[in-house]
Nanobody, 131 residues
Framework: QLQLVESGGGLVQPGGSLRLSCAAAGVTSDYYAIGWFRQAPGKEREAVSCISSLGGTTTYADSVKGRFTISRDSVNSTVYLQMNNLKPEDTAVYYC????????????????????????WGQGTQVTVSS
């Protein structure tokens, strides 16, 4: 059974940094994408950043480009989201998700793609940016 476990959320002041981790267990495919999505109160969930398992192709939402960095540790099957210069509008529950079919979308379009292309989801971790 594939499982994704997020960690690293918390409360941070504007301009601060956090690093989220997504530990994947039970992954049997070599071809997949892992994405970070977020949902703010009263808003729809949106894609933040994604990375492919092969080649490490990365994608970012315009709102986080230059501030967030996604990376992966293949040995430990963990994907990280380094978030710098955080803003109050980054406040949300952050989810990581894995999609086998999503790798095609990520590599060919440099976009995460729709949520339905992600088969497995973590439980989410709260990020709150406030002074």
């Amino acid at each position: 059974q594939l499982q994704l476990v997020e960690s690293g959320g918390g409360l941070v002041q504007p301009g601060g940094s956090l690093r989220l981790s997504c530990a994947a267990a039970g992954v049997t495919s070599d071809y997949y994408a892992i994405g970070w999505f977020r949902q703010a109160p009263g808003k729809e969930r949106e894609a933040v950043s994604c990375i492919s398992s092969l080649g490490g192709t990365t994608t970012y939402a315009d709102s986080v480009k230059g501030r967030f960095t996604i990376s992966r540790d293949s040995v430990n099957s963990t994907v990280y989201l380094q978030m710098n210069n955080l803003k109050p509008e980054d406040t949300a529950v952050y989810y990581c998700a894995l999609g086998v079919g999503a790798i095609v979308r990520v590599v060919t379009t440099l976009q995460c793609g729709p949520e339905h292309e992600y088969d497995y989801w973590g439980q989410g971790t709260q990020v709150t940016v406030s002074s």
